[in-house]
Structures are given as C-alpha cells and as structure tokens.
C-alpha cells in the first residue's frame, strides 16, 4: 500500500451517469435523418433517371440538365453560366426534392392513410408533384410553363414522378412509422 493512503481509506473515482437525452432531442435527430436520406435517395433516382432518358434519347449531357434545372432561376443565360449554373441546379434539384419530401413526411403526420399505405399514396403524391410544378412552379417561374408536345417526354415524366419520387418518398419517410391496419 502507498505510503500517503497509511491508515487512510483511498478515495475512489466514481463516474457520474450522463444525463438521459430528451427524447424530443432524439426524435427530432431521427426526423432530420429520415429526411435527409429520403431527400439523397429521391433526388439522386430523379436526377439519375432524367441523365439516361435525356442522354439516351438526345445525347444531352449532365451539365446540361443540371442547367435545364437553374432555368427555374436565370432563364435561358443559364446554359450560358457553364459549370457554375450547372453546380446551382443541382442545388436547386436537391433543394426541390428536400421541399418534396419534406410535405409529405408533414403530411404523414396528420393523415394516417399517407403511413398506412405508402404504395398507394405514393404514386398520387407523385402525381400531384407533377402537377404542382408543371402547373404553379415552372409557370411562375424564369423558366416558364412547359410544352406537353412530345408524349414519350410527358410519359416519361409521369413514370419518374411515380416511381422516383412519389413511391420512395412516401417508402422512405414512412419507414417505421406505420401503424398497423
């Protein structure tokens, strides 16, 4: 035994308990996540799928679409802003698409049906996504009303309104939180 503890009982270190984490605390870090990841997952499958359409169909590049998108913003002087405005539509795709998610995980809140069924509700959402920005959004916006000239193009829209937005949105951010039917 030391010397200095001779007759003396040693102290001994004793580690506190942390403080628990407020579960609001957790549950709004899980609500971020959700978010978040759905927000990476459902731009990158709506990004990813305009690229093939649009390259395959007219060789159009990726920093072409990624202008198309900063249209919204500058008009036509965006396909003239190189690899800036293309660096901002991309922004402005992934900004739309944490704006889409994130109505819907609101909404999912409120309305049972959105958590109980997502295979349902997912492709209208989809649908009623289409429709708010080819009929408020781009209408309003530098870019302008769209054309519904082409139908290949207009259904291939529809297709990745349903299967790469509206059907992982609705997946992603109601994973978990499902109530029972």
Known sequence: MCAAFRG????????????????????????????????????????TEVIVFYGIRNGTTPTRIFQSVATGIYGKAAFEGGVSTALQGLGLHFFIALCVVSVYYAASTKLNALREHPLLCGPIYGLGVYLVMNLVVLPLSAAGPPKFTVPIIVLNQLFAHIFCIGIPTALLTTMGRRTAT
């Open 8 to 47: 003396r009982t040693p102290v001994v270190a004793v580690a506190l308990p942390r403080p628990q984490q407020n579960a609001i605390t957790v549950s709004r870090i899980n609500t971020t996540a959700r978010i978040a990841g759905a927000t990476l997952v459902v731009g990158a499958l709506d990004i």
